[in-house]
């Protein structure tokens, strides 16, 4: 996104694929019982990151307050790339049922502090900054439990 290289889509086909998940979920759990709540979890949890990425493209952060603070924080593209290739990872892992749970604090994002100190004249009304910084943490902390639920599909 910082070499302006990304178009932001929207999430709608996302939705549209949770749907139809959220109607199969009865159908599921009257066929395997034992895997309801681990299912129910997971449709939460996806849900949830759905709603976080959702914020996160549909929000024009380069217009915010705090855009610079966003962009100067040290090692935040890093921290979202490796995000990136965890989910690509999962993806990959499912199928063969060899999911590794990850535990929030070994993603580097969950890491990062604002080394931002604050000015007299600065204007603390705009969240832009510790919204954007907490929005990713949060899909990270998401994608850890994500990870955790569907390992839970193995022992079944």
Not at 5 to 23: C, M, R, V, Y
Not at 103 to 129: C, R, V
Request: proline residues 4%; contains cysteine.
């Amino acid at each position: 996104m910082a070499k302006h290289t990304f178009s932001p889509i929207h999430a709608e086909k996302l939705s549209e694929i949770i749907d139809k998940q959220t109607t199969l979920l009865p159908h599921a759990a009257r066929e395997a019982r034992a895997l309801k709540p681990v299912l129910v979890a997971i449709l939460a949890i996806q849900k949830r990151i759905s709603a976080d990425m959702e914020t996160l493209v549909s929000t024009h952060w380069e217009q915010q307050q705090g855009k610079e603070k966003i962009s100067d924080l040290e090692g935040l593209t890093a921290a979202k790339e490796e995000l990136a290739d965890c989910f690509e990872k999962l993806a990959l892992e499912i199928p063969s049922r060899k999911i590794e749970s990850i535990e929030p604090e070994n993603l580097a994002l969950m890491s990062l502090i604002p080394k931002h100190k604050s000015t007299e004249s600065e204007d603390f009304s705009d969240i832009s900054y510790f919204g954007y910084l907490w929005l990713n943490r949060e899909l990270a902390r998401q994608f850890a439990q994500l990870t955790a639920a569907s390992k839970k599909l193995n022992t079944y």
